[in-house]
């Protein structure tokens, strides 16, 4: 009983971690054409194995009946739906429109499909900005209540926590939302860190991103990106670590304004895990003591995520750092299927009675949606009315 389905399968982290850790991929689908191009040209090379049924599909067509009768099996022998709905819709990096962009509704559609799959546990993974994101009301954390409350309704109940990939072994500090779903009676257990920022041996500290670059072959000349013009300027005036600070937003308990960095305008400090790696060729920058400064390429960020080396990304290089910043870092796949795995083997069968009530979250993050709403109360009328400001601002200077 430990075969699953992969939807919104990407370039295959979640999965491959998974088939490590053990699990059988019957099916795996994504809308995305280079996606699906990327499992197939892995699964021909023995790479992958999704008992070939690799679909390029958008979920709203799919069907559990049709997915079953593909897979020569029946409702209920599926134990696992993996794959987290698209996360641009609750990202910082975006918009932030949740449910209002027709992204965040696919979760219904991925309901769906486990309903008519009944299968015993779902895995879903998302953006750290799932947790205080608003729902139809406009509160902090309404989002996710929303979403485990239709898990709710369905019969499964929820754990959520908040993973940082660098805890488990990745040359990342990649934080996401993990949630499992699970029928009453029935929870698994979450892996636990097996490496902290400050470590006392080797074995226990995060790996840096000089260390899992250090493994890969030399670049070819074709995979440096070097900066130009005023960008390459700026760079050179920063040390690692840092980058170009965009323009403050002013707010009500910040004067100064509330800064960030620019996208794309970093430099990395090859002495600690990669931020995380993103879905655009905005990558960071590192000073490497061979090519001076460049951007890191999509082998480097692959390797960053931790993907086999001979994984091989189809379409151009912006389709390649797309499915690769995307992904799931295989490693912490593998450390989540591995303890699932081991909780599946351990519990005989699943028991379908209904939940009373949705579990509470973890105080932790609790305390982060309480701290969302007090920042909301304290500085959101001076957010919105930045733009305004700032156009105020333009108009007076072209005067």
């Not at 699932?340 to 351990?346: E, P, T, W």
Request: charged fraction near 25%; glycine fraction near 10%; aromatic fraction near 6%.
């Amino acid at each position: 009983m430990s075969s699953f389905v992969s939807v919104f399968s990407g370039a295959g982290g979640l999965d491959i971690g998974l088939q490590r850790a053990g699990w059988d991929c019957l099916y795996a689908t994504d809308f995305d054409r280079h996606a699906v191009e990327t499992l197939k040209l892995n699964a021909a090379a023995d790479r992958f194995h999704g008992g070939g049924l690799i679909r390029q599909a958008d979920i709203r067509d799919l069907t559990g009946a049709q997915m079953l009768s593909d897979m020569g099996k029946s409702r209920g022998d599926i134990a696992l739906l993996a794959g987290g709905p698209p996360c641009q819709s609750w990202s910082s990096a975006g918009h932030q429109l949740g449910f209002n962009d027709p992204r965040g509704r696919l979760f219904e559609d991925y309901l769906r499909v486990a309903k008519q799959l009944d299968v015993r546990w779902l895995l879903f993974e998302n953006v750290r900005g799932l947790i205080t994101a608003r729902g139809s009301d406009g509160l902090p954390g309404s989002a996710l209540a929303a979403i485990r409350q239709a898990l709710f309704s369905s019969g499964w109940q929820t754990r959520v926590e908040l993973l940082n990939a660098a805890d488990f072994g990745v040359p990342q500090r990649r934080v996401r939302v993990i949630l499992i779903g699970y029928r009453l009676g029935d929870e698994p257990p979450i892996p636990a860190a097996s490496r902290w920022e400050n470590g006392e041996t080797d074995e226990t500290s995060w790996i840096s991103m000089a260390e899992a670059l250090a493994a890969l072959t030399p670049l070819e000349a074709d995979e440096i990106i070097r900066p130009s013009g005023k960008l390459a300027l700026e760079l050179e005036a920063i040390p690692p670590g840092s980058g170009v600070k965009s323009p403050g937003k002013r707010e009500t308990t910040r004067p100064g304004g509330h800064w960030g960095y620019k996208q794309g305008a970093f430099v990395a400090d090859l002495q600690r895990p990669a931020r995380t790696v993103t879905a655009n060729a905005q990558q960071d920058w590192i000073r490497d003591p061979i090519h001076g400064l460049r951007r890191l390429s999509p082998r480097e960020c692959a390797a960053l995520q931790t993907f086999p080396a001979d994984w091989v990304f189809a379409g151009k290089r912006t389709d390649q750092y797309r499915q690769i910043g995307n992904a799931v870092p295989p490693l912490l796949a593998e450390r989540i299927g591995t303890t699932l795995r081991d909780h599946v083997i351990g519990q005989a069968s699943s028991l379908n009675s209904k939940p009373v009530a949705v579990a509470p979250l973890p105080e932790r993050l609790q305390a982060a949606i309480d701290y969302t709403t007090r920042e909301h109360r304290r500085n959101g009328a001076s957010r919105l009315a930045a733009p305004s400001l700032r156009k105020t601002g333009r108009q007076i200077r072209a005067g």
